[in-house]
């Protein structure tokens, strides 16, 4: 791969569906509030690095700046949040940073910082909103999250968590539509979503904040496509997948102590072979 880190193939393509999604569905996005988003980030882990690396060096524990995991996290929030103050975009990217220095459980943190900082966002500010039909639902949409998506969870390994969610959230959507005696373009108008594909291959697959092991993920996964579709069609919460990666992401937790497995990790490969390697570790 020509760049080092997979994780910079991720910032890639987030960036490209920013500026796809700006050129080609006209957003009501404004440029400062994406310059907000990525300097509160990129300072807030910065800070918070630093602080806890003073305190860590007395324990031989130094911790350097993870810039790339605070862009991640920027991008993300630039997508999916929408704020008519530029004070909000900064509430919601200081907490998604903070969330993965205060909920950690054995230095793991179980909250997705894009989905906390969002969350926070509309639950503590009067101006925050999501739109999930944003992407509406052209077909080449799909094709190329999946192709990029798709790539990134080669690298990982985590598409049995992409498969899982979007596997039993079609089902259940597939039993309510045959159930409702509706016609099947209404399934596929339901399902036919740029976001939810987002979602399901750059948010809820995270390696950092999913369960360790694979039967672990799976069920979590299930699970949160169950939530999903509760909360979206017996209480009409149009955000309803957001809300249900929130409310179970500290369920990744228990998961972990059921199904004992190794904890992700990124690590760099020498910078002459080119490739990132993906390496897991206790």
């Not at 596997?167 to 099947?184: D, K, M, P, Q, V």
């Not at 339901?190 to 360790?212: E, H, K, V, W, Y």
Request: glycine share 8%; with cysteine; net charge neutral.
């Amino acid at each position: 791969m020509l760049l080092k880190d997979i994780r910079d193939y991720q910032i890639l393509f987030l960036g490209l569906f920013l500026v796809l999604g700006i050129g080609t569905r006209d957003w009501t996005l404004r440029p400062e509030l994406i310059g907000v988003a990525i300097a509160t980030s990129l300072a807030t882990q910065l800070i918070l690095s630093v602080v806890i690396g003073h305190w860590s060096l007395a324990n031989d524990k130094g911790q350097s700046p993870n810039f790339r995991s605070a862009l991640i996290t920027s991008l993300g929030l630039s997508l999916l949040l929408r704020a008519d103050h530029w004070t909000t975009m900064a509430i919601a990217a200081v907490l998604a940073i903070v969330s993965k220095f205060i909920f950690q459980v054995g230095d793991k943190h179980f909250f997705n910082p894009a989905n906390f900082g969002i969350i926070s966002a509309l639950i503590l500010t009067p101006d925050a909103w999501v739109s999930p039909g944003q992407w509406g639902e052209e077909w080449w949409y799909g094709l190329l999250f999946l192709g990029t998506g798709g790539m990134i969870l080669q690298r990982i390994g985590r598409w049995d968590t992409t498969a899982a969610f979007l596997g039993s959230y079609s089902l259940l959507e597939a039993i309510r539509n045959f159930w409702l005696g509706w016609t099947w373009d209404v399934y596929w108008h339901r399902l036919m979503s740029g976001s939810l594909l987002l979602f399901a291959l750059f948010m809820i697959t995270d390696p950092r904040s999913i369960p360790n092991s694979r039967i672990g993920r799976v069920v979590w996964a299930i699970c949160i496509a169950g939530l999903t579709f509760i909360l979206r069609n017996y209480f009409f919460v149009s955000t309803a997948v957001f809300w249900a990666l929130f409310i179970l992401a500290p369920l990744s937790i228990l998961l972990d102590v059921f199904w004992l497995a190794p904890r992700f990790a990124w690590q760099e490969k020498d910078e002459e072979a080119g490739v990132e390697l993906l390496t897991q570790h206790s």
